[in-house]
Structure formats: C-alpha cells, structure tokens
C-alpha cells in the first residue's frame, strides 16, 4: 500500500502561483512513476502531469504546459507541482497519483494509487 497526502491548496487570484505538494509513505518511493490529475465540478477527473521514477521524464497536459511543472524528491519521498500564471479554469480538486507503471499513472481507471485531493480555486 501507498499512501498519499496532498497539502498547498488555497484561493489564489488569476495570473498567481501556487506549489502543490504530496507526501508519499508505506513503500518504496522511488519504485512508482507519479503525476497530478485534477477535477472541476460536474467534469471527470483529467490528467495534469506525471513524472518518472527519477524524475528524468516529464509530461504535461497541453492545457498546463509551460505553465506548470512536477517535480519530486525522492530523498523526500514527495512530488510537488509548480502551478503558475493560473487561470480561473485551473479551479479543481487536485489528485496525486501513483503507480508502478507509467503508463498506468496517467490513465485514470488505471492508477493504483490516490490521495484525497486539495482543492484549487482561482478568483478572476
């Protein structure tokens, strides 16, 4: 088992950063490929970004590339997301997810792990 806890939501205006962070525990962190999904109401769950298990591979949706960067420490047991220049259509429960696989962590039905989310909310 893996457990997730994610921290660094809040309400943050247009155009404002935040840094989102998730803290990893219950096995060996560096063993899983991690990534950010988030969900706005009323719309499924997507796909944000995901990193590789040393961090050397990243990949980003294309409506956060360029601004938003995943990052992790495994010496931390933690991955974080870099969110700036944030848009009001940014507001959404943020997930992290892991998975052994990486191609499994960025399919939804597919990853093996969650944290409870923390919620986004950007003001216009």
């Known amino acids: 088992q893996v457990q997730l806890v994610e921290s660094g939501g809040g309400v943050v205006q247009a155009g404002g950063s935040l840094r989102l962070s998730c803290a990893a525990s219950?096995?060996?962190?560096?063993?899983?490929?991690m990534a950010w999904f988030r969900q706005a109401p009323g719309v499924e769950r997507e796909f944000v970004a995901t990193i590789s298990w040393n961090g050397g591979s990243t990949y980003y949706s294309g409506s956060v590339e360029g601004r938003f960067t995943i990052s992790r420490d495994n010496a931390k047991n933690s991955v974080y997301l870099q969110m700036n220049s944030l848009k009001p259509e940014d507001t959404a429960v943020y997930y992290c997810?892991?998975?052994?696989?990486?191609?499994?962590?960025?399919?939804?039905?597919?990853?093996?792990?969650w944290g409870q989310g923390t919620q986004v909310t950007v003001s216009s």
């Open positions: 219950g096995r060996t962190f560096s063993d899983y490929a």
């Open positions: 997810a892991a998975d052994r696989d990486a191609r499994a962590v960025v399919v939804e039905r597919l990853v093996g792990y």
